[in-house]
């Protein structure tokens, strides 16, 4: 897919162009400001990290937190059900109908979601998400802005930065609307999607561009990572193995004794500016999108955060 057709899926609400933002002379700031906002999220907490990162954990608390926010109560084909989640989720193939349930289990126990009889036929089940998934949503969203607000500051980005709990919700219902250029944004590069369908995947991933990053001998530089497994709640063995097929694939470089250095590859840095690039462009045009209905024009500019 190239940059006009990924335009084009945008249906019209894109105000940047993806070229915009994959060749923008800021982008390696605009990089080190995801990853790092990113990393905060997650940082100290790998009961989150083990709960929801990973392909098939996270696609089913991002869908069900946008079919809540979408759903018309007059209409019963939009209920945020058991039945409709899976559709979603299974049309994507990341996970089967017997581990969404158990996801949606155990996002129950935690207290991350809630299965309520509908008010409408009290034989159906809605899911309902918890403030405490709402405010690390927010978080998470917040994350994924940081990078816009280096790129485009003239936009302003500030109800997501502020975490503003009505565009939240708007936002998450207008996003469901864009799944198709999300779904297309994400497979731009499969380079993630190695990471993505381990646990904690793209956080290592994260964690190893950041020290890459701030490594005084550029971004090639050789970079630990035997704390790694404690840092997100995983086995230093995953973690290996994990290197160890990226290293296959021809992603990474396994340096010093033990392979306890990590190289990342000319190749892997492309993928991963690149998927970065449309993980932006998507967030712009949904955020593009959910001004419009919000009242504001999408060139309204307002106080940041």
Known sequence: ??????????????RIRFADVRHHPRFADARKAYVDRFLEVYSGDPFTVRLLIEAGRFIVYYIVIML???QDPARRETWATVGLLKQYVQ??????????????SRLCEVGFLELNPAEQDRRVRILKTTEKLHAH?????AAHYAPLTVLFPHHDYG?????????????????????????????????IMLFFDHAAGVLILAALVQAAMEAADGPHSCVPYTQLGDRFGVSRTHVRKLLESAQHAGLLK????????????????????????????FHDVVFAASLERFGQPMGTSQPGA
Do not use: C, K
């Not at 049309?91 to 949606?104: K, M, N, P, T, V």
């Not at 708007?170 to 779904?183: D, K, M, V």
């Open 254 to 281: 396994l340096h010093a004794r033990g392979g306890h250095q990590v190289e990342i590859l000319p190749r892997m840095w492309a993928g991963y500016d690149l998927g970065l690039a449309g993980g932006f462009y």
């Open 137 to 141: 949503d927010r978080d998470w969203l």
């Open 159 to 191: 109800l997501v930065m502020r975490r503003d709990r009505e565009f939240h919700a708007l936002h998450r219902r207008t996003a469901l609307q864009f799944r198709e250029l999300g779904q297309h944004a994400l497979r731009l590069a499969p380079e």
């Open 91 to 104: 049309a994507e193939g990341l996970a089967s109908s017997r581990q969404i349930d158990l996801i949606i």
């Open 1 to 14: 897919m190239n940059s006009t057709e990924l335009d084009s899926l945008s249906g019209g609400a894109h």
């Open 68 to 70: 809540e926010a979408a």
